[in-house]
């Protein structure tokens, strides 16, 4: 069974800095754990970060979301902590995206054929949620799989309510809080 571990926009910003929230930081240990223990069955990592060039406010999102964040190369944009210093470049596919999901990133996950995919990181109800999509369309029969102790969002309701929503979508939830 080929397997991914998608660590979905666990940036800097996300975490600490222009759109950090508080809990995002306890993810960092139970990320890096997950990345050692895929990498230890032989299975592959890749990497979604958040990416915007110096013009976002000019963007759609960012009229509608204007707090710049993530702006390439930025200490904003960067893998936080543990995570970042368990990615292996060398190894780890990296898709840079400018928007919530990334329609590369679908067209990769087909190609690559996985049979499971897991997904953590930021923001729950935003790229994770958005990028789950893109890879159930990509890979209908694969199984998609979301670490609910693994990702996180600043509203607790909305949270919530995307974990439900998931499950709706034939996402499996696994390590939901009861």
């Known amino acids: ?5 998608l660590v979905v926009d666990y940036q800097k910003d996300f975490v600490d800095g222009a759109l950090g929230f508080a809990g ?7 990320i890096a754990a997950k990345i050692a223990a895929y990498r230890a069955a ?7 970060m958040d990416t915007h060039t110096p013009n976002y406010l000019d963007t759609q999102e960012g009229q509608k979301l204007p707090v710049p964040h993530c702006l390439l190369n930025s200490e904003g944009w960067q893998l936080y902590g543990q ?3 368990a990615q292996d470049k060398s190894r780890d596919m990296v898709v840079c995206k400018g928007a919530f999901p990334s329609l590369w990133l679908g067209n990769w996950l087909k190609k690559q054929g996985y049979d499971r995919i897991e997904l953590v990181g930021l923001v729950s109800y935003l790229c994770v949620l958005s990028n789950a999509i893109m890879a159930k369309a990509a890979l209908p029969e694969a199984e998609l799989v979301v670490d ?3 990702t996180a969002g600043p509203d607790l309701v909305l949270h919530k ?3 439900d929503l998931m499950e709706a979508l034939q ?3 696994i390590n939901r809080e009861v």
């Open 1 to 5: 069974m080929k397997k991914l571990l």
């Open 24 to 30: 995002a930081e306890k993810l960092d240990g139970p």
């Open 42 to 48: 032989g299975d592959d990592v890749a990497f979604t």
């Open 83 to 85: 995570t970042g210093v």
């Open 148 to 150: 609910a102790s693994c």
């Open 161 to 163: 309510h995307v974990l």
């Open 171 to 173: 996402i499996t939830v």
